[in-house]
């Protein structure tokens, strides 16, 4: 046993060293037309060595210091506790969620703007991740591609509003609308695959949708995107400092107001919270509802589920189509709200922190979406001068997860529909 | 009402049923028995749409099914169990019956999201069948737990009401029996008994237990390394050759 975790530790330390020591430990260096190789200076091999040394330490002693992590009792002070009553719970999570969207309504009136852009921002991957989680964490179908519906919002809205004049309000529902057909045509054909093809085949629609955009210049500006996109209105005024649309006044004229920039990012993140908590309570609503009942049943026994007359295909199809929906709905918002888009945007690393947040938050948990989001979105921004770990901080949070509360940050609880004694 | 005529399955090389016909009349109770690997599951599997049969026919009611999907078979009103339970275990038990009644309710999602008084009125209608049916198997104080909490013998009842709920016609049992204590097994008589009398159910039975079998079975159906055996009544079976030297003879 020793022996096999000695040389196991030391494979692995050697990989740490091959990997490490050309990218770190040798610089390109310019010198004149030519390029030269060079190495690094000693504390950066240190560091190498250091590094290899502590992977080798960990591997050796691995078993020992996992079964200890796991034993720590303080990450989890609520494990041994009993559930709460279902009718206390949800009577709680009520009260939590009026709470947060109350706070929510006043608070960006006491922030900065780019505070409130950027919970814009947050507001709309919350939309996403609750979107994705019917897919993935109700229907339990892991797709890959989601950014694609996202991308058809987006361009819905950006190219109606270009070649038709289409205003943002009449290009949400036509945008969701969209995206909606888009997931029920390729759904039809891929949902009949189980597992792993079908995330690779997502993945590969995800990036079909992204070249097409990028290829398709004529139509949708290739990499170069679509400009102009304007903004919400409101009631026909617009926000901005002149009116740009004939017909429409602007808000602050009709109010007797001063012109200021943040009323139109503040109405912004006013819609995408409106929009945030309708798809929130929209797929609340849909859990309870057969539907929610069927993706459910066929997640636990497909074969118990189709012995009784469900059509896996329907099920899986309605989950993957409302999924593409609020993706749609999210896409308009986000081409409203930057003015700009391009394929750049719809890239598959999008895709996978969508998946990330899911799968954070606890697969099937609303709360626990929202606060992933709200983390994933948010804490980039405050570290900024950390932006290159990035990824690096990823992935170790997705490790750690794995390891500590596979079932995510607040793993879903049902409502159970409760049979009532009538005597 | 129903028929099936020289059903055949392979798989790969070997040939897991061959030839066997039966039919199931309405108001009665047909019993498939055979040792263990005969293929009586795998009759079930063809007869339910899991399986695509190699060889043969299976009529309902006059019309051919075979080769249909599994769940427009059961929307035809033939509904099976399976011989290792299968619940949803992470629902309730109430709710497995509702999901049982998924064509029942109105699943138009914008009903259900304003909540018609259509849906309503569905909706409560599917709660009264379920409760109705856990009631009759003796459930109804558990109607809120995890259909996985529950005791074996309580799964197996569960089981039934969940296709009892979806009104069918004929009905598949696969080894209802199997692990329930002597009393349970007496209940389990009464209730097929029951389902034939007070519901208009027919049923079709695999079971291993003789004495279920021989004293609630209409006819019974022997087969044997996939082929048929015997068929016949109860008096009939119990009195064959082949099947005293290949199935009791073997016990
Ligand atoms: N999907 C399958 N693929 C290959 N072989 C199978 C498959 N299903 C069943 N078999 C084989 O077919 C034969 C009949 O199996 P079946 O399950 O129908 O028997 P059974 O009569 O139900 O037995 P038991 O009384 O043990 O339940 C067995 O030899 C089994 O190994
Ligand atoms: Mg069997």
């Known amino acids: 046993m020793a022996a096999h975790n000695f040389k196991h530790a030391l494979f692995c330390a050697v990989v740490t060293m091959v990997i490490a020591f050309p990218i770190l430990g040798l610089n390109l260096v310019a010198r004149g037309t030519r390029v030269g190789l060079e190495g690094a ?8 060595f250091v590094a290899a040394a502590i992977v080798f330490f960990f591997q050796l002693y691995r078993d020992t210091i996992m079964g200890n992590l796991g034993k720590l009792p303080a990450l989890n002070p609520l494990a041994g506790r009993e559930p709460m009553p279902q009718a206390k719970r949800v009577k709680l999570e009520s009260w939590a969620l009026t709470g947060i969207i109350v706070l929510a309504l006043f608070w960006p009136f006491f922030v900065s703007r780019g505070s409130v852009d950027l919970a814009t921002l947050v507001l709309i991957y919350v939309m996403l991740a609750l979107g ?11 797709d890959l591609g989601y950014v694609a519906f996202y991308a058809v919002g987006a361009y819905t809205f950006a190219l109606l509003s270009q070649y038709m004049g289409i205003s943002f309000w009449m290009a949400l529902p036509i945008g969701a609308l969209l995206a909606a057909l888009f997931g029920l045509v390729l759904g039809f054909p891929v949902l009949r695959l189980r597992g792993d093809y079908l995330a690779i085949v997502t993945l590969g629609f995800g990036e079909i949708i992204r070249i097409l955009l990028n290829n398709w210049t004529s139509i949708t500006g290739g990499p170069n995107g679509i400009g102009g996109i304007p903004e919400p209105t409101l009631f026909g005024m617009e926000f901005g400092r002149r009116v740009k649309e004939e017909g429409n006044t602007s808000f602050h004229e009709t109010f007797g107001i001063a012109y200021s920039g943040e009323h139109k990012v503040i109405f912004l993140y006013l819609i995408a919270l409106v929009l945030a908590v309708i798809t929130a309570l929209v797929i609340r609503r849909l859990m309870r509802m057969p539907v929610g009942r069927a993706w459910e049943a066929l997640r636990e026994d497909e074969i118990a589920a189709r012995s009784l007359g469900l059509s896996r295909t329907a099920v899986k199809l309605s989950a993957f189509t409302i999924g593409a929906f609020f993706a749609g709905f999210a896409g308009t918002v986000f081409a409203s709200k930057q003015g700009f888009i391009s394929p750049e945007s719809f890239v598959f690393l999008e895709s996978a922190i969508i998946l990330a947040i899911v799968v954070l938050g606890g697969m099937g948990s609303q709360i626990g979406v929202i606060l992933a989001a709200i983390a994933v979105t948010i804490l980039p921004e405050l570290a900024r001068e950390f932006a290159d770990y990035r990824m690096l ?12 509360r596979p079932q995510g940050l607040m793993p879903m609880r049902r409502i159970h529909i409760e049979l009532k004694r009538q005597e | 009402m129903l028929d099936v005529k020289n059903l055949s399955m392979r798989f790969g090389g070997l040939l897991a049923v061959d030839q066997v ?21 795998t009759v079930f599997n063809c007869i339910s749409g899991f399986y695509k049969p190699s060889g043969g026919k299976i009529l309902f009611e006059g019309k ?10 059961s929307r035809l009103g033939m509904v099976r169990t399976f011989q290792h339970v299968r619940l949803f275990n992470k629902m309730t038990v109430v709710e497995n019956l509702l999901v049982a009644q998924h064509r029942h309710l109105n699943t138009n999602l914008l009903s259900g999201l304003i909540k018609t008084p259509n849906y309503r009125s569905r909706e409560q209608k599917s709660l009264d069948r379920a409760a109705y049916w856990l009631e009759r198997v003796g459930l109804l104080d558990l109607a809120n737990r995890d259909a996985g909490n529950l005791a074996y013998g309580q799964q197996r009842r569960l089981e039934i009401a ?20 002597p009393a349970e097994t007496k209940d389990l008589n009464q209730l097929i008994v029951s389902l034939k009398e007070d519901y208009n159910v027919s049923v079709l039975l695999i079971e291993h237990d003789m004495s279920l079998v021989m004293d609630i079975s209409d006819r019974i159906t022997v087969i044997n390394q996939g082929r048929p055996l015997a068929a016949g009544t109860p008096d ?3 009195q ?12």
Not at chain 1, 393 to 404: D, E, K, P, R
Not at chain 2, 21 to 41: C, F, M, R, Y
């Open chain 1, 132 to 142: 994705l989680n019917v897919v993935v964490g109700l229907a339990g179908l892991l």
């Open chain 1, 41 to 48: 200076d000693a504390s950066t091999i240190i560091s190498v």
């Open chain 2, 162 to 181: 969940r296709c009892m709920v979806t009104e069918p016609k004929l009905l598949m049992l696969d080894e209802p029996a199997a692990g329930l204590n």
């Open chain 1, 393 to 404: 901080v990823f992935g170790a949070a997705m490790v750690l997860m794995m390891v500590w």
């Open chain 2, 21 to 41: 016909s039966l039919d199931v009349q309405e108001h009665e109770i047909v019993s498939i028995i055979g040792p263990n690997g005969a293929g009586k599951t």
């Open chain 2, 240 to 251: 064959n050759d082949d099947v005293i030297k290949a199935y009791l003879g073997e016990a």
């Open chain 2, 64 to 73: 051919e099914v075979q080769g249909k999907p599994d769940y427009k078979i």
């Open chain 2, 236 to 238: 009939e079976v119990r």
